[in-house]
């Protein structure tokens, strides 16, 4: 019924996390009324963002450079290392005001019947990193699911054993159980980083 590059487009956009079938036929059509600046004006930034943007070589966060800016920022304590799953959950805590270290960005969490493994995540380089560069802090803020609650207490057995000189946090309650981070309101992320404790 539809041209084949209308059909191509549909089949695009209904990939994108949470964009069914119909909302994906709604956006391929706004996109062919909308102005070609705002069409082209996507697809660009689509390009640019793929062709620019990669991986912090320290953490792990989302850098334009070989490093991304808050491990640039000298002014960020070096001793203190928030670990997170993804990229997008460095952007709440940022917004709560109430942590001035570092990441350290997993690229997701444990989860074996996933097929995701320890070794699938960078979690060796959290290990090195808290053990030899004088880091007196890890506060473990992965979600607060089955997989984030799997995956920190790994890493608080792990940290144990290879850097025992480091003390290991997790955020405190207040966080919904089985909520992710990008969700939580910047008030109650506040104080679940506040009120955090050892692990
Ligand atoms: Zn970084």
Redesign the pocket.
Known sequence: MLAPPVNRLITELARLPGVGQRTAQRLAFHLLRAPESEAFGLADAIREVRETVGQ?E????L?TEA??R??QDERRDGELICVVEEPSDVIPIERTNEFGG??HVLGGALSPIDGIDAEDLHITELIERAASNGVREVVVATNATTTGEATALYLADALRERAPAVTVTRLASGLPAGSDLEYADEITLGSAFRGRRAL
């Open positions: 912090c320290v953490c792990f966060n850098a490093r991304c808050i491990c570092r990441y």
